[in-house]
């Protein structure tokens, strides 16, 4: 009789939070005793009731907009901040960009826009001698490396092979906690239609001149009718370093960050590649310029793609030749070269224990969405910090569940799952906060509701609550592209007052 195999299931991650009195943060609570003692002190020492009185009551109240928080983690701050940034862009004509020869100042170049146009690409070689570019956010002064996957997929793979992928993908992400520097990873997975050329190529590049017609026929018509109706599926891994040396706080230029990264790339290109990532390599200038191109124009997919067919090579893209000839953001869209994109971000993971296939849902190509891009984003915490974090959040949990008899079994099931953390770290897991953007592009008259409502079908399949970036379309959109942008640098509010 055969054994029945169980299944490993994952889980047990969190929103992190602070402990304060009811459902507020330490940071809100704090402020409120400080707020309070100040106004009994003006209201002892001036005997003016109403200034103590009015100065209690507006700070109550501001500290209420920004710490009472709907069920996608949002307060009523943060959806006010986004309104009146949003209509003040409207009225500065900001939402609206057009570059190319239609623009004065671009000088005929197609510069990115938003939160991209303050960036820079250069090109190193790594230990290897292979080529790979860098790209460099000047206003926050990161740099990230772009490296393209080839992940297999989990059909016909037996189950013990992608538990070791999980695993793998586990000790990679461990692994970023130790590197120096390293302030972000993305995962991206991108679907959009298959031209056809790329399998017409291989073929032919393939075919031996002296092969039976029929042979030639027959790969002939498979060249024809497999493109068809077929998806074309992208992976990129991309990783953001701090532009600091390893020993001193001083910043490094580009150079001296090019010569840190070309010797780290060669063991992070091998372990990838243990994790299911099949064949790793690092995208040249080029190819990072192309893979935006096609982000923010998906009709030019189809030209490049013959072109390389044709001429045997990629065509050569110039980074400030990569961005949308006019593009405009919207509240709840963003339009860009005859395409319309909509994009969201995770407000809440799955709850309770997930398999390794719960994503298959949200990652597989859709035939009702023309592009979809799902990016994940791991921030993890440097080692060395690592245990005091955990130790902070066990305390945190244990001190909520101590100070609220009401929702005893939900915070002692917090409690529980903090000391489990506290304990796998003590044996070496990595930890990371981590988030997610979805963006689906269609046609430039598509239905907004009709993708929307596909979008939020997959999710709920993935179980996973999203949530659109109303008023921030295009910085959303930027976000999810595999770039290595950091989405809490370009934050109004400190990490402290959204805790």
């Not at 903090?418 to 044996?427: G, H, L, V, Y």
């Amino acid at each position: 009789m055969s054994e029945v195999r169980k299944v490993p299931g994952y889980g047990n991650w969190r929103k992190p939070a602070s402990a304060g009195v009811w459902k507020f943060s330490a940071f809100t609570t704090y402020s409120f005793v400080v707020l309070f003692a100040v106004s009994m002190l003006i209201i002892l020492f001036t005997n003016s009731l109403r200034v103590g009185g009015s100065l209690l009551a507006v700070g109550s109240a501001a500290l209420g907009v920004f710490s009472i928080r709907g069920r996608s983690g949002r307060s009523v701050g943060d959806v006010l901040g986004d309104r009146m940034s949003f209509f003040r862009s409207r009225r500065a004509g900001t939402d609206k960009y057009v570059s190319g020869l239609l623009n004065v100042a671009s000088r005929g170049s197609y510069r990115l826009p938003g939160i991209l146009a303050a960036s820079a690409l250069y090109e190193a070689r790594d230990a290897y001698g292979r080529l790979f570019a860098v790209l460099h956010h000047q206003q926050t002064g990161y740099y990230s490396v772009i490296l393209e996957v080839s992940p297999d997929g989990m059909a016909l793979v037996d189950r013990d092979v992608i538990d070791n992928w999980v695993a793998q993908w586990g000790q990679f992400l461990a692994e970023l906690g130790q590197q120096v520097g390293l302030v972000q990873a993305q995962a991206c997975i991108e679907t959009a239609p298959d031209s056809g050329f790329g399998l017409r190529a291989e073929i032919e590049g393939n075919m031996a001149r002296d092969a039976h017609p029929l042979a030639k026929a027959m790969l002939e018509e498979v060249a024809d009718s497999y493109p068809v109706g077929s998806a074309r599926i992208a992976g990129f891994v991309t990783l953001t370093y701090a532009g600091q040396a390893r020993s001193t706080a001083r910043a490094l230029g580009v150079k001296d960050m090019c010569h840190e990264l070309s010797s780290q790339l060669p063991g992070l290109t091998s372990m990838l590649s243990g994790a299911g990532a099949g064949n790793v390599r690092a995208l040249d200038g080029a190819g990072v310029a192309a893979l935006v191109r096609v982000a923010y124009d998906p009709d030019s997919q189809d030209v490049f793609s013959r072109a390389a067919y044709e001429a045997g090579e990629a065509p050569k893209i110039r980074w400030k030749d990569a961005g949308p000839g006019a593009s405009k953001a919207y509240w709840d869209r963003y339009r860009h070269e005859g395409a319309t994109s909509i994009t969201w971000a995770m407000c809440d993971a799955p709850r309770g224990v997930v398999r390794s296939d719960v994503l298959s849902s949200l990652l597989e190509p859709s035939s009702q969405i023309r592009r979809k891009r799902v990016t994940l984003v791991y921030r993890p915490i440097p080692a060395g910090k690592t245990a005091t974090v955990v130790d902070k959040d066990k305390r945190n949990a244990d001190k909520r569940l101590q100070g609220n008899k009401k929702e005893t079994a939900r915070l002692a099931l917090e409690a529980a799952n903090a000391a489990q953390t506290a304990s796998e770290e003590a044996s070496g897991a990595g930890l990371e906060e981590f988030g997610m953007f979805v963006t689906a592009t269609g046609a430039w008259d598509c239905s907004v509701d009709d993708v929307a409502a596909v979008v939020d079908n997959l999710a709920s399949a993935a179980r996973i609550r999203l949530r659109r970036c109303w008023g921030l379309q295009d910085s959303g959109f930027a976000a999810c592209l595999p770039l290595g942008i950091v989405p809490s640098e370009y934050s109004l509010l400190p990490a402290v007052m959204e805790g």
